[in-house]
């Protein structure tokens, strides 16, 4: 078997970013003291981030792409009679498992960040859109920041106990390929990263993020009083 590029420059760096950004995201909020401000920043650049995925997951080389590794339930099932057989052909790109994974994870992760933008830390913080809602939509953004944090931490466990399977049980390791990008495989890999595509597409999702976050919410309307 050769070793070919099978994960892209953009994904590669799209995951260590995201592992960065989720730890930096965690320790604002639980560890640190006055680092809100951060945990504002880090969260919009989270945003970025998922956009950026699900747009890759369109327009990104093969394995980037969610029709390459987004499969119905009778491919997840036959992938889960192989679990147990050491020698079973490994994938190329996601498994149809780890497949469901990734989408799992960028949707706790998108309703993690989405949510935070209605939050206040109760002292001098108020995301972007906290007052353009009603107090009980901001009841409900606080309860899912709150409590959709848990699930990702489980679906994150969960993650990192695959990889860690597939490398004792199976002998198989999955994390220099998502450092490096390549794989020994009998597949064909992929002919370029798309780098010129993915510095548009970056462009634009920061472009968006950046409306989004500081142009298009109105100030709050200052009325004199303190609350
Ligand atoms: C905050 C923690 C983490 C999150 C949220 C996370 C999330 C993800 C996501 C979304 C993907 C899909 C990549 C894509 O197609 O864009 C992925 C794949 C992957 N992650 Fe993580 N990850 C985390 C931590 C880790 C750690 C600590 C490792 C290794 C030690 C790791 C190793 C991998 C590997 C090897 C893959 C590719 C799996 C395969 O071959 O199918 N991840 N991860
Ligand atoms: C994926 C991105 C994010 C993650 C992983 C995350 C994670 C967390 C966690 C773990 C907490 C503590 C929750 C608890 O104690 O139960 C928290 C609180 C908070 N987050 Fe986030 N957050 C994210 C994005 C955001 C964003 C974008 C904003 C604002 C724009 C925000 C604003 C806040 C605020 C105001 C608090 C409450 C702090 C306090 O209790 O004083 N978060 N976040």
Known sequence: MEKRLIWDLPTRLFHWLLVASLTIQYATAEWMDDAMQWHFYVGYFTIGLVLFRIIWGFIGP???RFRHFLKGPGAIA?????L???HAAAHTGHNPLGGVFVVVMLLLIAVQAVSGLFMTDDVFLDGPYRHLVSSETQDLMNTLHHQVINALLLVIALHIA???FYAIYKKQSLTPPMIHGKKATNSPGISSSRLLLAVIVIAIVAAIVYAGVEVLPPEPVDDGFYY
């Open 62 to 64: 093969e394995h980037a």
């Open 78 to 82: 036959s992938y889960f009679r192989t």
């Open 84 to 86: 147990p057989d050491k």
């Open 162 to 164: 695959a990889i860690a």
